[in-house]
C-alpha cells in the first residue's frame, strides 16, 4: 500500500462527510479497496453517521409534535 493506515484513518472523517478533496478520496479508496482493517473502520464510521442521522430526525420529530401538544393544550 502506498499509504499507511495512520494517514487514511486520519482521512476518513473528512472522507465519510465527503469533505475531502478529490486526490484524498482517491487515495482513500485505493487503500479501502486493498486494507480490510480501514475498511471496517470506514464501515463502523459510517453505520454510526446513519445512527446520528437517524437520532437527530427522531429529536426533531419529537420537538416538533411536543411543540404541537402545547399549542392543543393552550
Do not use: A, F, G, W
Not at 499509504?3 to 487515495?27: G, N, T
Not at 485505493?30 to 454510526?48: F, G, P, T, V
Not at 426533531?60 to 392543543?72: A, D, F, T
Amino acid at each position: 500500500m502506498k499509504y499507511p493506515c495512520s494517514i487514511i484513518q486520519d482521512l476518513l472523517p473528512l472522507y465519510v462527510d465527503e469533505i475531502c478533496s478529490e486526490e484524498s478520496k482517491k487515495i482513500v479508496e485505493d487503500h479501502l479497496s486493498q486494507c480490510s482493517i480501514c475498511k471496517e473502520i470506514y464501515d463502523s464510521m459510517c453505520n454510526l453517521k446513519q445512527e446520528n442521522i437517524h437520532d437527530y430526525h427522531e429529536s426533531q420529530r419529537i420537538k416538533s409534535l411536543k411543540q404541537v401538544k402545547k399549542k392543543n393544550t393552550l
